[in-house]
């Protein structure tokens, strides 16, 4: 029984915050244009055809991905370079910081000005996004190597790409994996924020879309499959790590 | 080596014949898909874009000083935006940028009111509290507004808040008034409706506001290289234009079938707001799309008022061609 009502605990905990949320809701008539019910958001997002529900989602999961791999692409390299090199670390982190204390909001307009209205500037958006602390965790975890280690490869004259592949790597997993989990909430947010400024299909868009026309309820169904969906490419990296890289999460969860 | 320039020669000829199959457009709306721009939907629903040779593209935008960058940096090829954003983005330096059509022939703008709140007329705003959207075009004329009706903005308390939030502080009595577009009062009145309250319109252009607002604009590049294309699609536009006038349902309709996130009934009611914007004694007098010098001076003269801009910083006139409206 007490085995059970731990698994359940999540679940439940979310039914009677909906449940909270629809009696205060009913009990105070709160208009809906403040703040829906839960139901009339679940019969909002029902009035929608669930094809073009999809077809919101596609496209904001296109934007999130491609912008998230991209990221990863680029900031292993970068990371690399900055554990590597004094001259890079010098030079590189301060446009890294420079980018990230750059409020994106601000430059995204700007952005889709000069990379045009398709999908390009969406990716670079949410790239910019994710792109930091994917670099600071993977060249904090390539730090963290034990120097022992280093000296130890060193003298055997093992190759730095041995050096970086076979041991640092290795020791980065589970700061990798910890920037991939903000950085894929992250991605989300970045692909919302594009959509926001540039684009005719999305989830940000629909969110935008539906405000702006006062239907509040469509605009909380929107915001609900978004949450869902960035819960679930959450739970996708948890469970890459798990599958692939288990000696990396530490035995006390 | 000539083998290749025969594939070259092919490609080219090729490119050409397709293009002159169809010239294709990018038309940029100055906001979302909403009613009000359902007509260049019922066009391309109805084929009336297809019948003059154009395929059309039509994209949503934000707003009318975005629209404009996007067609002067040919990001789009024509568009639609408020002649006044123009006019100021003229006088802060230029943009490529033409007015080639009017669409609104009056101001769009209004005080926004609930009955009972005992604004009945523009100057009775005084002492009272107004919302305003950060960035609504309404926001630089407001001041020469209230001196044309002898107020001024001391005497009332402005407020900003986003868009979305307008309708709900007006329907929850956080404010006592806001400013918007009268093509967005049905939104309002669903929403007031739930609070039980009754949306009260004054349009600006009833106290003294006149001049052009909503307009079709085209790149200086496409006045220069395909002024055939701009032609046609006015032809096409007006046709779409009336044909919604005459049947706001149809045009909210294709604005359906293409953008399906759009309400019908909301649509047909928004088109329907925007009519007396298009359909006036104003465009009955010069015939619909038309720039009259008079009323264009008059436009400018409100925007250099609002922004304090001397009176010769731009001439309007140098901002319209009118070469492609239909000759009457």
């Given at each position: 029984m007490h085995k059970w009502l731990d698994r359940a605990a999540p679940v439940l905990t979310f039914i009677s915050i909906l449940a909270i949320w629809e009696t205060l809701c009913r009990l105070l008539a709160v208009p809906s244009f403040l703040l829906p019910t839960p139901s009339a958001i679940v019969i909002a997002a029902f009035a929608v055809d669930i094809g073009q529900w999809w077809a919101h989602l596609a496209a904001t999961l296109e934007v999130t991905l491609i912008g998230f791999v991209v990221s990863i692409l680029v900031s292993v390299p970068i990371a690399i370079a900055l554990t590597n090199s004094r001259f890079l670390s010098r030079t590189l982190l301060p446009l890294l910081v420079v980018?990230?204390?750059?409020?994106?909001?601000?430059?995204?307009?700007?952005?889709?000005?000069?990379?045009?209205?398709?999908?390009?500037?969406?990716?670079?958006?949410?790239?910019?996004?994710?792109?930091?602390?994917?670099?600071?965790?993977?060249?904090?975890?390539?730090?963290?190597?034990?120097?022992?280690?280093?000296?130890?490869?060193?003298?055997?004259?093992?190759?730095?790409?041995?050096?970086?592949?076979?041991?640092?790597?290795?020791?980065?997993?589970?700061?990798?994996?910890?920037?991939?989990?903000?950085?894929?909430?992250?991605?989300?947010?970045?692909?919302?924020?594009?959509?926001?400024?540039?684009?005719?299909?999305?989830?940000?868009?629909?969110?935008?879309?539906?405000?702006?026309?006062?239907?509040?309820?469509?605009?909380?169904?929107a915001l609900a499959i978004l949450v869902t969906a960035s819960l679930l490419l959450f739970q996708l990296v948890v469970q890459l790590q798990r599958r692939f890289f288990l000696w990396s999460i530490p035995a006390s969860r | 080596m000539k083998n290749r320039f025969a594939w070259i020669a092919a490609a080219m000829m090729f490119a050409s014949m397709s293009s002159s199959a169809a010239d294709s457009i990018i038309f940029q709306l100055d906001w979302l898909p909403g009613g009000d721009k359902a007509a260049v939907y019922l066009g391309v629903q109805k084929g009336y874009f297809k019948d003059e040779g154009l395929e059309v593209t039509i994209k949503p935008g934000r707003g009318s000083s975005d629209a404009i960058t996007k067609i002067g940096t040919g990001a789009a090829d024509l568009g639609t935006g408020g002649i006044g954003a123009l006019m100021m983005a003229a006088a802060e330096g230029g943009a490529p940028v033409k007015a080639v059509m009017s669409i609104y022939s009056k101001q769009p703008d209004a005080i926004f009111t609930v009955k009972g709140s005992g604004i009945t007329a523009l100057k009775d705003v005084a002492g009272h509290k107004i919302a305003t959207a950060p960035f609504s075009s309404s926001n630089t004329i407001w001041p020469v507004m209230l001196t044309a009706n002898g107020l001024d903005l001391t005497k009332v308390q402005m407020l900003n808040a986003d868009v979305p939030a307008l309708a709900p502080m007006l329907a929850t009595g956080k404010v006592d008034a806001t400013i918007g577009w009268v093509t967005t009062g049905p939104a309002f009145e669903a929403v007031l409706k739930e609070a039980g309250k009754q949306l009260v319109m004054l349009p600006w252009s009833e106290y003294g506001l006149d001049g052009y607002g909503l307009s079709l604009f085209a790149s200086e590049k496409m006045i220069k290289e395909r002024p055939q294309v701009i032609t046609r699609f006015l032809r096409a536009y007006i046709k779409a234009t009336l044909a919604s006038i005459q049947d706001p349902a149809a045009a909210a309709a294709a604005l359906k079938s293409m953008v399906p996130e759009a309400d019908l009934t909301a649509a047909t009611a928004e088109y329907r707001a925007s009519v007396p914007l298009m359909k006036n004694p104003i465009s009955d007098r010069d015939g619909m799309g038309a720039f009259e010098p008079k009323l264009l001076k008059a436009t400018w003269e409100w925007v250099a008022k609002a922004k304090n801009y001397p009176a010769n910083k731009i001439d309007p006139e140098a901002l319209v061609d009118r070469s492609f409206l239909p000759k009457k």
């Open positions: 980018v990230q204390s750059t409020p994106i909001v601000a430059v995204a307009p700007i952005i889709v000005v000069t990379l045009g209205a398709g999908l390009l500037p969406r990716v670079v958006i949410t790239f910019l996004i994710t792109l930091f602390p994917l670099v600071i965790s993977t060249a904090t975890g390539l730090q963290a190597t034990p120097p022992e280690l280093i000296e130890l490869s060193r003298s055997l004259r093992a190759s730095r790409a041995r050096e970086y592949w076979q041991i640092r790597l290795p020791f980065a997993v589970p700061y990798i994996f910890s920037a991939l989990k903000v950085g894929i909430t992250l991605s989300v947010i970045g692909a919302v924020i594009a959509e926001f400024v540039a684009a005719e299909k999305g989830l940000g868009y629909m969110i935008l879309f539906s405000t702006s026309s006062f239907k509040v309820p469509q605009a909380f169904a | -």
